[in-house]
T-cell receptor, first 114, second 113 residues
Framework: QQQVKQSPQSLIVQKGGISIINCAYE??????FPWYQQFPGKGPALLIA?????SEKKEGRFTISFNKSAKQFSLHIMDSQPGDSATYFC?????????????FGTGTRLTIIP | DSGVTQTPKHLITATGQRVTLRCSPR?????VYWYQQSLDQGLQFLIQ???????AKGNILERFSAQQFPDLHSELNLSSLELGDSALYFC????????????FGPGTRLTVL
């Protein structure tokens, strides 16, 4: 059972544009939602994360929007740059000892074209 | 650089063999997590250790086992290897108070021939 659904599978955005990746979850016990960025041959790197008590979190050009009632969250990359070309994974987990395992979405391959 | 180290970076072996993957967590992190990344299964949680004890188990095969040592480094042992075990294996670590916030190592790419 896939508990975190991610879309689109791939995305091409022009330099300077806004990249938007969406995720939906099923388990209402999830209370931590991170986004990871992965470059080829590297490990996933924590980009930004949100908890359900806020609807939006912004760090630089990266923003997470969170809709608790719809059980959806999304990553917005403003002013997208070629260096942002990577695979992005959303994830979810439950706070509490022994429950912190991350459940990942299937990933979005983002390509920023000049 | 996340501060999590993994060795070796690449491992090529034959079916039926046994291998050991090693992970050193960030300084001060007590929790270690192992994940497998494959094309068909994506990123999947295998097992978590906290301060030397197994804390949570995920989709880990019985042929696989792990342990965390007193110096907090962890090893993932894969035995009776099959072609389908070829994947990237990542280790992540976190501080106890912020277990959700996990930092990943560079991974070990395992190829089973």
């Amino acid at each position: 059972q896939q508990q975190v659904k991610q879309s689109p599978q791939s995305l091409i955005v022009q330099k300077g544009g806004i990249s938007i990746i969406n995720c939906a979850y099923e388990n209402t016990a999830f209370d931590y939602f991170p986004w990871y960025q992965q470059f080829p041959g590297k490990g996933p790197a924590l980009l930004i994360a949100i908890r359900p008590d806020v609807s939006e979190k912004k760090e630089g050009r990266f923003t997470i929007s969170f809709n608790k009632s719809a059980k959806q969250f999304s990553l917005h990359i403003m002013d997208s740059q070629p260096g942002d070309s990577a695979t992005y994974f959303c994830a979810a987990s439950i706070s509490g000892f022994g429950n912190e395992k991350l459940t990942f979405g299937t990933g979005t391959r983002l390509t920023i074209i000049p | 650089d996340s501060g999590v180290t993994q060795t070796p970076k690449h491992l090529i072996t034959a079916t039926g063999q046994r291998v050991t993957l090693r992970c050193s967590p960030r300084s001060g992190d007590l929790s270690v997590y192992w994940y497998q990344q494959s094309l068909d299964q994506g990123l999947q949680f295998l097992i978590q250790y906290y301060n030397g004890e197994e804390r949570a188990k995920g989709n880990i095969l019985e042929r696989f086992s792990a342990q965390q040592f007193p110096d907090l480094h962890s090893e993932l042992n894969l035995s009776s290897l099959e072609l389908g075990d070829s994947a990237l294996y990542f280790c992540a670590s976190s501080v106890a108070s912020r277990g959700n916030e996990q930092f990943f190592g560079p991974g070990t790419r395992l190829t089973v021939l």
